[in-house]
T-cell receptor, first 114, second 108 residues
């Protein structure tokens, strides 16, 4: 299995809703990431998990809450989002924190906040 | 700290060549190249580690000038399937940033 699987592919949520994005990989990668991408912009790093521990949090608002239940799963819990949070949310994995082998990205969740 | 890519956009006819440049203000451990088609996730193309190497497969290759902190992606005899946005990614060992992006369109 050489894929990163993200669900759902599309999500529309209100500003008072609570929802979660899910990401799964079975490549034995020990680092997993959440990226946010706005249209026509490069991906921006949100969170990094290395060996299931949060190692980098790029000053992301607390309305985004990551969770890594085990080495194969990564969740992003969403609560009280704003319309400007609408974006493509990408999950990625790599063999380790040293990126000698590049990222493998999931297909993303396109989030719309109304 | 975000690497700067040039050009921002380029339009090619099938069979033409293109060069995309990526320039960083920081010393680099490695440079990655990714291609992202509209509405899809970025796809890893290749990585170049410090040591000034050049890599390639098929008609897409890249070079990394460690001293200048620059990398270039070379696309030869372009195909319609090459269309998309190309991002470099630079790893300083402590931080990784995607570049500003280059939109490449190949027309028949």
């Amino acid at each position: 299995d050489t894929e990163v699987t993200q669900t759902p592919k599309h999500l529309v949520m209100g500003m008072t809703n609570k929802k979660s994005l899910k990401c799964e990989q079975h490549m034995g990668h020990r680092a997993m990431y959440w990226y946010k991408q706005k249209a026509k912009k490069p991906p921006e790093l949100m969170f990094v998990y290395s060996y299931e521990k949060l190692s980098i949090n790029e000053s992301v608002p607390s309305r985004f809450s990551p969770e890594c239940p085990n080495s194969s799963l990564l969740n992003l819990h969403l609560h009280a989002l704003q319309p400007e949070d609408s974006a493509l949310y990408l999950c990625a994995s790599s063999q380790g924190r040293i990126l000698n082998y590049g990222y493998t990205f999931g297909s993303g969740t396109r989030l719309t906040v109304v | 700290q975000q690497p700067v890519q040039s050009p921002q956009a380029v339009i090619l006819r099938e069979g033409e060549d293109a060069v995309i440049n990526c320039s960083s203000s920081k010393a680099l451990y490695s440079v990655h190249w990714y291609r992202q088609k509209h509405g899809e996730a970025p796809v890893f193309l290749m990585i170049l580690l410090k040591g000034g190497e050049q890599k390639g497969h098929d008609k897409i290759s890249a070079s990394f000038n460690e001293k200048k902190q620059q990398s270039s992606l070379y696309l030869t005899a372009s195909q319609l399937s090459y269309s998309g946005t190309y991002f470099c990614g630079t790893d300083t060992g402590n931080q990784f940033y995607f570049g500003t992006g280059t939109s490449l369109t190949v027309i028949p």
